[in-house]
């Protein structure tokens, strides 16, 4: 006799309750940065739309950012710590194997013991982290979920690099996840491509300097630039035409795929918020998808910069504190980065 | 159906006009992206993605670099295809 087994009773929705952020305290302008890299200031504006970038003081830790955000996003949700059944932290600048940020995120909000764990995918790492709390409240697993992006990317670059140092940012998003009568988080189309793990990549292995410890040669990596081939800290590098090109080849397609997978077409979009990349990204998948002239189109990058997983709920945020957007307000949310890890939802704003 | 080179540079004129606002006509064989028709890596990694859905073929990311005037991509395209 075969046992068939009880399930939660289903939920017919989640919706995001709130959204929170927090940037690194200093604002650096172009000028600031340009020496090490021998670039300018107009150079950096032509090609990324970027002004400055925020990042971090340096008693600022990757989880006082964390922190600031959730307990920003929880404040504006009426949701108490105590009350969340699970803590999700994108992140690729945690630079502790085990154990996860997010366990201690959730012990310093006051949410232990909460489920808790972190997700490596990159720029992608917000959307895959809603789409798993999407998931987890209408599985009925869990009833409230935090999802924070947070990154310290000033930890993970080189100021000598020429290829993504100077775009990135430090900061962190948070929303807060809950049941819906109705669904207000649409279906997530998502992937990866890694035959393109090569296109944004870290210079070593941590394996390198294992080896290197216990007397084995580290291996040889020819692809290295010669600055960086000595046994330094690793860093971020990119294939910045490489990535470029990918983006506006693929990402349109997955925009209309999210879309249509939630019933809508790309007229009913009211507030596009694509990863905060480069300005000039965001301005050619405008061209290709066919939104309303009048969409509002997250900018964050400008003043905060590329701060990965971060960067959809800050810019989120920002368009809903400064009122360009509004509650109630259809948003198309994509993520794609290393790996080309990506992912896309349409989602009701909070 | 295999494009001829001269509805390759036609069509490659297009693809400038409309990722750059310069007038078709402007774009020959003999231009070069970068020096004569102003057009970034960006912009020209753009040119490069729509070319390719356009005429049905690959350039490779590697070969962009190597494409320095319009007559270039011509060609490249034309072999491309075949
Ligand atoms: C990084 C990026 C701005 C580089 O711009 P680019 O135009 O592609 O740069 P290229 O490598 O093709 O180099 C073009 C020229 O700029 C120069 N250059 C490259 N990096 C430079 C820098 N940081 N400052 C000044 N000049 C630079 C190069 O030397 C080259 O000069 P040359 O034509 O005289 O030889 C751009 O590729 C980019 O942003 N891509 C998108 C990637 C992205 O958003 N990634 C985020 C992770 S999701």
């Known amino acids: 006799m075969t046992t068939t087994l009880r399930l939660n009773e289903p939920i017919p929705g989640s919706r995001i309750i709130a959204v929170g952020g927090s940037r690194g305290e200093n604002l650096v302008p172009n000028d600031d940065i340009v020496g090490p890299i021998n670039s300018s200031d107009e150079w950096i504006t032509q090609r990324t739309g970027i002004k400055t970038r925020a990042r971090a003081d340096e008693g600022t830790t990757i989880l006082d950012l964390a922190a600031r955000a959730a307990e920003d996003a929880l404040a504006r949700s009426g949701v108490s710590a105590a009350d969340l059944d699970a803590v999700i932290v994108a992140t690729v600048t945690h630079f502790e194997q085990t154990p996860a940020l997010a366990t201690l995120l959730t012990e310093r909000l006051g949410a232990t013991p909460a489920a808790a764990f972190d997700i490596s995918a990159a720029c992608a790492g917000y959307c895959y982290g809603i789409a798993q709390a999407d998931a987890l409240v209408r599985a009925g697993t869990a009833e409230h979920v935090l999802v924070v992006g947070v990154e310290r990317m000033s930890d993970f670059i080189d100021p000598t690099d020429r290829t993504i140092s100077f775009l990135l940012g430090d900061g962190a998003g948070a929303a807060v996840v809950g049941r819906s009568d109705t669904p207000k988080i649409g279906p997530t189309v998502w992937g990866s491509d890694g035959s393109l793990a090569g296109a944004i990549y870290q210079t070593r292995p941590w394996l390198d300097y294992r080896r290197e410890e216990l007397g084995e040669p580290a291996p040889e990596r020819a692809e290295l630039a010669e600055e960086v081939s000595q046994m330094v800290s690793p860093t971020l590098r990119q294939q910045g035409p490489t990535v470029f090109k990918w983006v506006i080849t693929n990402i349109p397609k997955l925009a209309r795929r999210t879309i249509e997978a939630a019933g809508l077409t790309p007229q009913d979009i009211d507030v596009f918020v694509p990863h905060q990349a480069n300005m000039r990204i965001t301005d050619q998948l405008l061209k290709t998808m066919g939104l309303r002239d009048d969409v509002v189109v997250g900018r964050d990058i400008a003043d905060t910069g590329n701060t990965s997983a971060a960067s959809i709920p800050l810019a989120t945020e920002r368009l809903l504190r400064e009122g360009a957007a509004k509650s109630g307000d259809v948003a198309l949310q994509i993520g794609f980065g290393a790996g080309m890890a990506f992912a896309g939802q349409v989602v009701i704003l909070p | ?82």
């Open chain 2, 1 to 82: 159906m295999a494009h001829s080179e001269s509805e390759i540079l036609e069509g490659l004129a297009e693809i400038v006009n409309e990722e750059t606002g310069l007038p078709t006509d402007a774009v020959t064989a003999d231009k070069s992206f970068t020096d004569d028709l102003d057009i970034d890596s960006l912009t020209m990694m753009t040119v490069v993605s729509v070319a390719e859905e356009k005429f049905g073929v690959t350039i490779p990311d590697e070969d962009v670099k190597n494409l320095t005037t319009v007559g270039d991509a011509v060609s490249f395209i034309a072999q491309a295809q075949a």
